[in-house]
């Protein structure tokens, strides 16, 4: 079993960097492939990004590609999304996000089993 735990959440001004964290404890870590995904009050859960267990593989939303990077440091359980060129419409609570033990990435929430509590990103215009 795997308990994500994100990080790293603000206020930040349009144009501006964020980088959220999420340290995961289990011993299963390094084989649980990772998400993040956002959500807004009244609205459905969103897709951001994953990244496999190796880190070779990664998948991105349109909406943030070429401006938010997945990575992962297995030897710290710690998932990162680094967030540049931070828009309004970013706006959103993130949530950090693990599949079962042996799972792929995937752009559907429901193929993740364990999920964090979130930790919420504001950006002013």
């Known amino acids: 079993q795997v308990q994500p735990v994100e990080s790293g959440g603000g206020l930040v001004q349009a144009g501006g960097s964020l980088r959220l964290s999420c340290a995961a404890s289990g011993r299963t870590f390094s084989r649980n492939a990772m998400g993040w995904f956002r959500q807004a009050p009244g609205k459905e859960r969103e897709f951001v990004a994953a990244?496999?267990?190796?880190?070779?593989?990664?998948d991105y939303a349109d909406a943030v590609k070429a401006r938010f990077t997945i990575s992962r440091d297995n030897a710290k359980n710690t998932v990162y999304l680094q967030m540049n060129s931070l828009k309004p419409e970013d706006t959103d609570v993130y949530y950090c996000a693990a599949t079962q033990y042996g799972y792929g990435i995937s752009k559907y929430d429901s193929r993740y089993a364990y999920w964090g509590q979130g930790t919420q990103v504001t950006v002013s215009s």
């Open positions: 990244i496999n267990w190796s880190g070779n593989s990664k």
